[in-house]
């Protein structure tokens, strides 16, 4: 499965986005997916995660009640719906994909958010 990220860009803090995440290739719906977000100097880390039917969700503790992650099966997009934004939430987000629960081997190539203070 290919993955590619949109919707990243320059809010206030306090502000919202709207990440998606288009997929082509093989059936979206049987994959587990997730996001991951990268500070400048930091790792990786987890963000949000969804289920392949959309009837499970998790969250990092930083976003909760903040953030919300969702799936559209029939358009094949992940979306990553950002309230309340941070300056401390700025970085690369990349939507991933698990064919196997926990096994992240599809990436996208990431979309910028930055969030000034």
């Known amino acids: 499965v290919q993955l590619v990220e949109s919707g990243g860009g320059l809010v206030e803090a306090g502000g919202s986005l709207r990440l998606s995440c288009t997929a082509s290739?093989?059936?979206?719906?049987?994959?587990?997916m997730a996001w991951f977000r990268q500070a400048p100097g930091k790792e990786r880390e987890f963000v949000a995660r969804?289920?392949?039917?959309?009837?499970?969700?998790n969250y990092a503790d930083s976003v909760k009640g903040r953030f919300t992650i969702s799936r559209d099966n029939a358009k094949n997009t992940l979306y990553l719906q950002m309230n309340s934004l941070k300056p401390e939430d700025t970085a690369v987000y990349y939507c991933?994909?698990?064919?196997?629960?926990?096994?992240?081997?599809?990436w996208g190539q990431g979309t910028l958010v930055t969030v000034s203070s």
């Open positions: 969804i289920i392949m039917r959309g009837t499970s969700t």
């Open positions: 290739g093989r059936s979206f719906i049987y994959y587990d």
């Open positions: 991933a994909g698990a064919s196997t629960p926990g096994d992240y081997r599809y």
